[in-house]
């Protein structure tokens, strides 16, 4: 019987997302989807963090998918 098939996927790359998913699901083994607005790594959009350029080298290292959110949001 094949394996059922799941998307996860993340919008907007709000920090404090990333640090409350990412590893949890690194060691379920699960991989996510993070859609980063790249005007706003490390800086803030509508009032949160955005990932910085460290985040993301971990969100990449726990074999995440990284995909751009546009430029501006």
Do not use: W
Request: overall charge negative; some cysteine; aromatic content about 10%.
């Amino acid at each position: 019987m094949p394996m059922g098939i799941l998307t996860i996927a993340f919008d907007d790359g709000y920090r404090e997302t990333c640090e409350n998913t990412a590893r949890f699901l690194y060691q379920k083994g699960i991989r996510a989807t993070y859609a980063i607005p790249t005007s706003f790594i490390g800086a803030d959009l509508e009032g949160r963090n955005v990932v910085d350029n460290d985040s993301l080298f971990a969100l990449k290292n726990m074999n995440h998918e990284l995909a751009s959110h546009a430029a501006m949001h």
